[in-house]
């Protein structure tokens, strides 16, 4: 994300150089579920996380993160949900498999292969 354009004016054949503060040093994660039921419109729910550099702040989503997106998802649309995941280390974690196991009643997780040789010839 970059500050908001600056402007001013200046000679003709002169560019001016307009000086904005700011480091800019602040990240986003973010987060996404594309959720679609037939017979009904789809649905897309988020989450997501600024980190802005400061001293103990955490830098992205972590495993709670994605639990509480998962379980605002599963309120929302009063049903199962089928995931499919890529093997982010988050998704990993031993308490995340933990949760997953608990909800099987309405949470199917498919992970996705690190890496698939049929797709790169």
């Not at 054949?13 to 679609?36: D, E, H, I, K, N």
């Not at 400061?54 to 089928?82: F, M, S």
């Not at 280390?89 to 040789?117: C, D, K, N």
Request: proline content about 8%.
């Amino acid at each position: 994300m970059r500050p908001s354009p600056a402007r001013t004016w200046g000679r003709i054949g002169c560019t001016p150089v307009v000086r904005v503060r700011g480091r800019g040093a602040s990240r986003v994660s973010m987060a996404g579920l594309s959720c679609y039921k037939p017979g009904q419109r789809s649905r897309m729910f988020y989450s997501f996380h600024v980190y802005r550099g400061r001293k103990g702040e955490k830098k992205g989503l972590t495993w709670q993160d994605y639990r509480d997106l998962l379980i605002c998802a599963h309120i929302q649309l009063g049903g199962p949900i089928v995931l499919m995941w890529d093997n982010l280390r988050a998704h990993l974690m031993p308490p995340m498999q933990e949760f997953i196991e608990a909800s099987r009643g309405w949470l199917t997780v498919f992970q996705l292969p690190s890496y698939a040789p049929d797709l790169n010839p």
